[in-house]
Nanobody, 122 residues
């Protein structure tokens, strides 16, 4: 069974940094575009960053541009979260699609992880 597993979430203070990791079982992430989504309580799931298959082009939501960085290395995908804000509090999910270029549409993604909680609070 193909699975994605996130790790690296936790409790942080405003201005802190965290790094999330996404690893795959029974699939090779190199062959997929991968995105990070997040979902806060009472809100819809939203895409925050994605990295394309092939040339590794990256895309970011305006709300995280300049603060979050998505990257891939050795079959894992990472999301570096810098300058964290309380509004970044959410469950973060990685997702993979066979599309060459990722998107921020939930419907485009075939595989999802179980999520990792990020809480930003002083």
């Amino acid at each position: 069974q193909r699975q994605l597993v996130e790790s690296g979430g936790g409790l942080a203070q405003p201005g802190d940094a965290l790094r999330l990791s996404c690893a795959a079982s029974n699939m090779t992430l190199d062959y997929y575009a991968v995105a990070w989504f997040r979902q806060a309580p009472g809100k819809e799931r939203e895409g925050v960053a994605c990295i394309s298959n092939g040339d590794g082009r990256t895309y970011y939501a305006d709300s995280v541009k300049g603060r979050f960085t998505i990257s891939r290395d050795n079959a894992k995908v990472y999301l570096q979260l810098d300058s964290l804000r309380p509004e970044d509090t959410a469950v973060y999910y990685c997702a993979a699609t066979s599309l060459v270029i990722g998107s921020f549409y939930v419907r485009d993604y075939d595989y999802w992880g179980q999520g990792t909680q990020v809480t930003v609070s002083s």
